[in-house]
């Protein structure tokens, strides 16, 4: 007789993460950092015709305590950048990072002097949904993918280091 | 706070101070990033200041870096809920530059898409700002609206929201086969749609509780700052660019221009709503007066398919193919050959040809090499020129410089809330906290075409 | 007659050339005085410009600039040796009057809405001292316009009562839309240059 041994207790415990991945996946609540025209896309997404409710994702927080994902809508340009990184620092842990549009992702064809190239040189990006604007199948093939990651409780992806120019 | 206590005893007066509140670039409010810094006393504003620039792309300086039909996708993404009428601005500007004059259905056309693309306009600022007050049915509803114009324009142009239909001296392609009869229903939808806001809205005691007296803006001021569109109409002042110096076709049509006497936010809401069913008449009216119409194919030879005709063309087998009429993808209707010159200017040295010449006979092929290759293209004499149109939050100009080269030199966007923006301050200062909202949605502010 | 040829005629010391081209009744002037006739294009009730619509600059570093033989991508390219420079559809010529051919070159655009015409005054500036009068206290459209100048292209208002950067932010250094800020320098805040 004696205490149980915690490790041993493999099977409750991938039950448990299981049940925990599949309740925090249908309960996203976002952070819709909406800048540009991606927005009217989002905007779309959200309502009745291509409805993100019923993904579970349908309650936008506007405060980063409350969200746990971070919806990066439309182009972040070197004036906001430091806006953007206060939000993330301030959301709390578990936290996933959506770049919406392709403005995000790589800076699109705002090749200038007053576009970040690409949101992943300043916070960590689970999901990336290129477009100009996404189409709101786009968008929710991009949801799916992000509510897998959730489920199996991945860690986020590192910042990512642009090589440099040679 | 026993010091405070014991002052209020002594005195009967206590010294306050006022608050600096910060409503933050990334705020609920959907109309876009902005920063308005705000001063207040108790809850109400006494100060106020805006900063902006948080979505500056750097469009003018792009614009510069490729030739003129490479601004076209820029233009798009200034004002993206109406970015036809910014195509349609810029290149219009451009052609006066260069001199030349647009086919008429080319005009029945820039004007149709323009209406719709302002109905979009104004259901979006109408939807957002309602659900800022707590409609959130009115939000949906609108969008719902808005869906169903889309599906309209990408029927035209193939995209929901970046089109880039305008090209200079045409547009990309002419209407889609049937694209009359697919109008009249989505217009009775968005009618009835229209309808059941209305009913929600207008006579709706917390709405006009809310909006009626705040933001009251008056005539001289408005017209100081350079404010134009629904902005000033709700004021009094009747300027209208469609009306004091009609462009494009729009002297033919018979259309009213709503204006209110107050200057408060309910005008510009009352504005808003009827300007949508005067764009909606300008549509039934510019389909009922269009030139050209369903073009009757001439069976000159067989019918090819257009990947066909391609392949054979790449191969140097185009014997025979100017005789020829092309089938073309349905995803690529209008753009077909007998189509092109109702909808392009007559210019070959502005306009591409259609591609049954240039993959079907040496002169089309040279006209496309001369205008695509690096080198060549369109090149406007030196020369200035400004274009004004009538964007949905006012006067939309365009002023391009050119010098010569195949580059423009200089584009200049004159945006139309950016004076709104400047006089926001002077709206805000004397009311409450929670006027913030509804007068800044009322204002109608898209940050691409505010920061460029 | 033209607004151009009544200004002229107005202001003989002040205008130094006025042209129509395209349809557009111009107007080019010395900045000594410009606050003047613009108050007289505001106040004299023939005139009657109640709207100041747009305030812009234009830099002329590189307008006369022969491009380099090879184009690129980026780059303009001067007319192929084959191709002969066009006639003018409209048989219109523009060219800038001698005495105008300074760098920056700021633009105003008014319209009056009583009498449906418009009308553009373009004031040159020079590159050392670059200063003009601003319009504020004629129209209070002018404040914002006036800011957004001195951010892109660094031509100081006098008078202004409010002149700082509007579109970028504080610590970026040089005025983006000059023709020799390149494209892509970019300036970030935080993050890495690339």
Known sequence: MGTVDITKLDFFTTKLDAAIGWARKFSIFQYPFVTACCGMEYMATACSHYDVDRFGAGLPRFSPRQADVLFVVGTISHKIAPVLKQVYDQMTEPKWVVAFGVCTCTGGFYDNYATVMGIDTIIPVDVYIPGCPPRPENVL???????????????QTKLFVHPKPS | MEKLAEEIQRTGKAETRTLLLNVGPSHPAMHGVIRIVVELDGETVTGADAEIGYLHRGFEKMCEVGPYNNAIPYTDRLNYVSPLINNVGYCMAVEKLLGIETTERCDYIRVIMS???????????????????GAFTVFLYMIKAREFLWELVEAVTGAR????????????ADLPEGFKEKVAPTFKEVRSILKEVDKLLTRNRIFVDRMKGVGVISKEDAVSYGITGPFLRATGVDYDVRRSQPYLVYDQFDFDIPIAEGGDNLDRYLVRMEEMEQSMRIVEQAFSKIPGGAVMVDERGNEIPADFMVDEAKMGRTAGFKQKTVRMDPTLEGTSGDRHPLINAPEKKIVLPPKEDTYGNIEGLMDHFKLVMVGHGIRPPKGEAYQAVEGANGELGFYVVSNGSDRPYRVRVRPPCFPIMNALPALLIGGMMADIVPTFGSVNMIAGELDR | MMISEILKNRFPKIVIATHQYRGDD????????????????????????????????????????????????FTPSPLPFYMKPKKDPKGEKWERPEEARTRFEVAYHFYSHSKHHRLRLKVPVEEKGAEVDSLVSLWKGADWFEREVWDMFGIRFKGHPNLKRILMYEPFEGHPLRKDYPVNKRQPLIGPIN
């Open chain 1, 141 to 155: 093939d991009g949801l799916i993918k992000l509510q897998v990651k959730i489920e199996k409780g991945e860690k």
């Open chain 2, 161 to 172: 929201l970046t089109i880039s239909y305008s090209r200079v001296g045409g547009v990309k």
């Open chain 2, 115 to 133: 209406e719709i693309s302002r109905i979009t306009d104004h259901l979006t600022c109408i939807g957002a700002s309602a659900m800022e007050l």
């Open chain 3, 26 to 73: 111009t107007v080019i002037l010395k900045k000594e005085g410009l606050f003047e006739m613009a108050r007289a294009l505001k106040e004299d009730p023939e005139l009657d410009f109640n709207f100041l619509m747009d305030l812009t600059c234009v830099d002329y570093l590189k307008f006369d600039q022969v491009p380099a033989s090879a184009p690129t991508t």
